[in-house]
């Protein structure tokens, strides 16, 4: 789960770490109001979306008078704002945060992240701060400085500290950077952070260690222990069909391409995705919809996957389990009737793949119940190669 910048400052605040003064506006007025209780003489507006590259996409302006606040935030509040992370759609500025200027001597990358590879949180750190932290590593790898952190211990005072000295911060700010570091690792363990980034971390000409941006994602799995982060989702940022998938108890991420595929298991969806991929498809979608499938969930997973005319193809790719095959095939046709109630069949060719528990007589109810354009497949190799034709087929005649 993501929010917004100004929420996450925040959070950082109430954990004692430094951050500027500034006021969330929802709109113009809102804005100049913020600006006018700021005691600064320069105000930064800035525009609130879950996607980074803001600056260089116009979303950051720096106002130094009322009238300027004003202009700033007339122009960004409504306006669609195209970053890499928001794919060429972009997403639309509902919100600003007004923010007091900071007189910047120096800025740094500083974030937690997980480590899948050794299980432990690791605390990295850069000089290039203000960069893309990705072009970072690709580019100049041994600017990166890591810590890894022992669970049992926790981020150590000798850590932060060489981290301090390898980033070379300025000898007056050694310590407020220490400080800094362990006040951000309180807040990653303490609310189930999956990322916690500072980018830029700034030192001041004031010696002043600041949190100039901050984007704090959290794990979805572990919010039931957090109802205050779960407040502060904001719904109008995320993938209405990933929210309407999250709702039914589905794990839905879009992908992007044309190819959707449903299947039962995350390690299962990932190779489907890989494998669509192989043979040239883009995949729409990933989708596990769990091993506890109903024929009513499968109908929404089908719903949910064709809404928007996204998918031009479906790959069902089940090795039933717990989730048994009859009672996909009896979802597969609950969806054909819901979807298609004039007889029609699927408006998109369907190929199913199924294996596994009651596998002979979920392949007699598809047998039984013929649904145009629906195909079965003996392999998960078959199935993903003739779903990928069946699209690329479709596209030429459209």
Known sequence: ?????????????????NVPNGRPALNVEEAVEAAKSLSSKVCVVKAQIHAGGRGKAGG?????????????????????????????????????????GSNIEKEYYLGFVIDRVTGKVVMMGSQEGGMEIEKVAAEMPEKIFKEYIDPAIGLASFQANRMAYNLH??????????AFMMGLYKVFIAKDCSIAEINPLVVTKENDVVALD?????????????????ALRDETEEDPKEL????????????????????????????????????????????????DSTPEKIATAFQIMLEGGQAKGIFVNIFGGINKCDLVAEGIVKAAEIIAKDGAGMPVPVVVRLEGTNVDRGRQILKDTPIKNVIMAPTMEGGAEQIVKLVEEAKKNA
């Open 1 to 17: 789960m993501n929010i917004h910048e100004y929420q996450s400052k925040q959070i950082l605040r109430e954990f004692g770490v």
């Open 60 to 100: 950051v302006k720096i106002a130094k008078t009322l009238d300027e606040v004003k202009q700033y935030a007339t122009e960004l509040l409504g306006k669609i704002l195209v970053t890499k992370q928001t794919g060429p759609d972009g997403k639309k500025v509902n919100r600003l945060l007004i923010e007091e």
């Open 169 to 178: 911060f300025k000898p007056e700010a050694i310590r407020k950077a220490q």
């Open 214 to 230: 901050a984007k704090l994602n959290f794990d979805d799995s572990a919010l039931f222990r957090h109802p205050d982060i779960e």
């Open 244 to 291: 309407w998938a999250s709702r039914e108890g589905l794990n839905y991420v879009n992908l992007g391409g044309d190819v959707a595929c449903m299947v039962n298991g995350a390690g299962l969806a990932m190779a489907t995705v890989d494998i669509i991929k192989y043979y040239g498809g883009e995949p729409a979608n990933f989708l596990d919809v769990g091993g």
